[in-house]
């Protein structure tokens, strides 16, 4: 089925491990972001790429990178994790923004 | 900082009742979006405004836009136990390249 796939489903890391949250979409979209969700929070804006090749920080960017290679494609990397990065995190995508978005179902993250 | 701010943070209402859920939001916006959220669950869109928009439907949804306010309304209409989920209003950043998120809205519908 087309849509948002993320992976893993859930994930536990130790303090200071690294890991890449894996996120891809088939819609041919060229806008795709990711968001950590804790609880009050709401959605918190992380990274964002609005094509290949190009990336931006969003409101919570520390202690995360990202990079866009193709265009199905939008990784999400962990340096070295801490308990704050505790969260659930989803990807999400949009052909060009003026239109809503498609969420993956998450990763839930605990880092321990 | 976040863009939206839903009030209020939670709503509890019975099943075939309305239920209404507002938006306020800061800086000026091309469309603001709603979306909702089951328990453990990812976003799903709802429904889209644009900026020149006052109001939209679909299906039991109603919003409405006023942004001499900076502020939507999301109704709905005749609740139903299914519609049980957190809502969040979304409006993009500065360049209209990733959304802004509020905290949302809890509705438990009992039936």
């Known amino acids: 089925?087309?849509?948002?796939?993320?992976?893993?489903?859930?994930?536990?890391?130790?303090?200071?491990?690294?890991?890449?949250?894996?996120?891809?979409?088939?819609?041919?979209?060229?806008?795709?972001?990711?968001?950590?969700?804790?609880?009050?929070?709401?959605?918190?804006?992380?990274?964002?790429?609005?094509?290949?090749?190009?990336?931006?920080?969003?409101?919570?960017?520390?202690?995360?990178?990202?990079?866009?290679?193709?265009?199905?494609?939008?990784?999400?990397?962990?340096?070295?994790?801490?308990?704050?990065?505790?969260?659930?995190?989803?990807?999400?995508?949009?052909?060009?923004?003026?239109?809503?978005?498609t969420f993956g179902s998450g990763t839930r993250l605990t880092v321990v | 900082s976040q863009q939206g701010e839903e009030d209020p943070q939670a709503l509890s209402i019975q099943e075939g009742e309305n239920a209404t859920m507002n938006c306020s939001y800061k800086t000026s916006i091309n469309n603001l979006q709603w979306y909702r959220q089951n328990s453990g669950r990812g976003l799903v869109h709802l429904i889209l405004i644009r900026s020149n928009e006052r109001e939209k439907h679909s299906g039991r949804l109603r919003v409405t836009l006023d942004t001499s306010k900076k502020s939507s309304s999301l109704l709905i209409t005749a609740s139903r136990a299914a519609d049980t989920a957190s809502y969040f209003c979304a409006t993009g950043n500065q360049a209209g390249t990733a959304l802004i998120f509020g905290k949302g809205t809890t509705l438990s519908v009992s039936s």
């Open chain 1, 1 to 101: 089925n087309a849509g948002v796939t993320q992976t893993p489903k859930f994930q536990v890391l130790k303090t200071g491990q690294s890991m890449t949250l894996q996120c891809a979409q088939d819609m041919n979209h060229e806008y795709m972001s990711w968001y950590r969700q804790d609880p009050g929070m709401g959605l918190r804006l992380i990274h964002y790429s609005v094509g290949a090749g190009i990336t931006d920080q969003g409101e919570v960017p520390n202690g995360y990178n990202v990079s866009r290679s193709t265009t199905e494609d939008f990784p999400l990397r962990l340096l070295s994790a801490a308990p704050s990065q505790t969260s659930v995190y989803f990807c999400a995508s949009s052909y060009s923004g003026r239109e809503g978005y």
